[in-house]
């Protein structure tokens, strides 16, 4: 069973609007983490934000937050004031409990247009 | 500090050829990462590694042998590649204490 999705394979969103990218997970663990990767057309993977599931709050870094909806069991990512730069692909990725190991969802690419 | 690194960059193999695919951090992590990235699959983990000398088999390990002999050096081996293993590889590393993974530029594999 898919433990990361990713529904969105693609989006398109006009600069400066606000976009929120999907992603549901599935664990019964209730120690883990989630993440979020930008891979633009370069190659190179690009840490953007972390939650924590005993984090109280929405993780936020600049341009970005997490919008964490526990029991729903998703972690979508919204980038505020979309610029030509966030054109890329998206990943969403999570940790369990104390394991190491790391699992990524498919991604979303996203394009912005001008 | 070159963070992570990845050799080759680029290679072409012929079905059947072996070739081990190095990474190196120079960063004290103590975890390390071997994915394969396919086009509309995401990032699929093939190994990891929790610390020096312990490694642990991923969502798609078959195909692929890792070797962690020190803290530093995480090495991906083909031992008999396929045309299926067609693909970008990368290698990632997590510090202690810490949840983000830095990340190889990446070694482009054909299999011919």
């Known amino acids: 069973a898919q433990k990361i999705t990713q529904t969105q394979p693609g989006m398109f969103v006009q600069e400066k609007e606000a976009v929120t990218l999907d992603c549901t997970y599935d664990?019964?663990?209730?120690?883990?983490?989630l993440f979020w990767y930008k891979q633009p057309s370069s190659g190179e993977m690009i840490f953007l934000i972390y939650?924590?599931?005993?984090?109280?709050q929405n993780a936020t870094e600049g341009r970005y937050s997490l919008n964490f909806q526990k029991a729903r069991k998703s972690a979508n990512l919204v980038i505020s004031a979309s610029q030509l730069g966030d054109s890329a692909m998206y990943f969403c990725?999570?940790?369990?409990?104390?394991?190491?190991?790391?699992?990524f969802g498919k991604g979303t690419r996203l394009h912005i247009l001008p | 500090n070159a963070g992570v690194t990845q050799t080759p960059k680029f290679q072409v193999l012929k079905t059947g050829q072996s070739m081990t695919l190095q990474c190196a951090q120079d960063?004290?992590?103590?975890?390390m990462y071997w994915y394969r990235q396919d086009p509309g699959m995401g990032l699929r983990l093939i190994y990891y590694?929790?610390?020096?000398?312990?490694?642990d088999k991923g969502e798609v390990p078959n195909g692929y042998n890792v070797s962690r002999l020190n803290k530093r050096e995480f090495s991906l081996r083909l031992e008999s590649a396929a045309p299926s293993q067609t693909s970008v590889y990368f290698c990632?590393?997590?510090?202690?204490?810490?949840?983000?993974?830095?990340f190889g530029p990446g070694t482009r594999l054909l299999v011919l």
């Open positions: 990725a999570m940790r369990e409990g104390q394991d190491d190991k790391i699992i």
């Open positions: 664990t019964s663990d209730p120690s883990y983490g």
């Open positions: 939650q924590g599931s005993y984090d109280q």
């Open positions: 960063m004290n992590h103590n975890s």
């Open positions: 590694s929790a610390s020096e000398g312990t490694t």
């Open positions: 990632a590393s997590v510090p202690p204490n810490e949840e983000t993974q830095y």
